[in-house]
């Protein structure tokens, strides 16, 4: 499967932003998609995942995942951003069906998108 994310840009603190996540050339619905994110000099980190959806402690009540079958396609609506939300956002894909806040545990990596937030 590929993975395409977008919907990154610079917002304010307190904004909100949606991420999107297209998915093609798989079944969508055999794969569990997850959301995470890469700072400068920082190692990537889970974000948010679904399934049993849940999200880092970092996000819990900011961020909401979500899932349209019928588009292929997974976001991530982000609100009461912070400057410490920046960084770039990865989707990824793994074909068992259980979230994992592990990297290594998904097989398919969207490109990356950029989200900014100034203080």
């Known amino acids: 499967v590929q993975l395409q994310a977008s919907g990154g840009g610079l917002v304010q603190a307190g904004g909100s932003l949606r991420l999107s996540c297209a998915a093609s050339?798989?079944?969508?619905?055999?794969?569990?998609i997850a959301w995470f994110r890469q700072a400068p000099g920082k190692e990537r980190e889970f974000v948010a995942g679904?399934?049993?959806?849940y999200y880092a402690d970092s996000v819990k009540g900011r961020f909401t995942i979500s899932r349209d079958t019928a588009k292929n396609a997974v976001y991530l609506q982000m609100s009461s951003l912070k400057p410490e939300d920046t960084a770039v956002y990865y989707c990824?894909?793994?074909?068992?069906?259980?979230?994992?806040?592990?990297?290594?545990?998904?097989?398919?990596w969207g490109q990356g998108t950029q989200v900014t937030v100034s203080s």
């Open positions: 990824a894909a793994r074909s068992i069906f259980i979230t994992t806040p592990t990297t290594a545990d998904y097989n398919y």
């Open positions: 679904g399934g049993s959806t």
């Open positions: 050339g798989g079944t969508f619905s055999r794969y569990i």
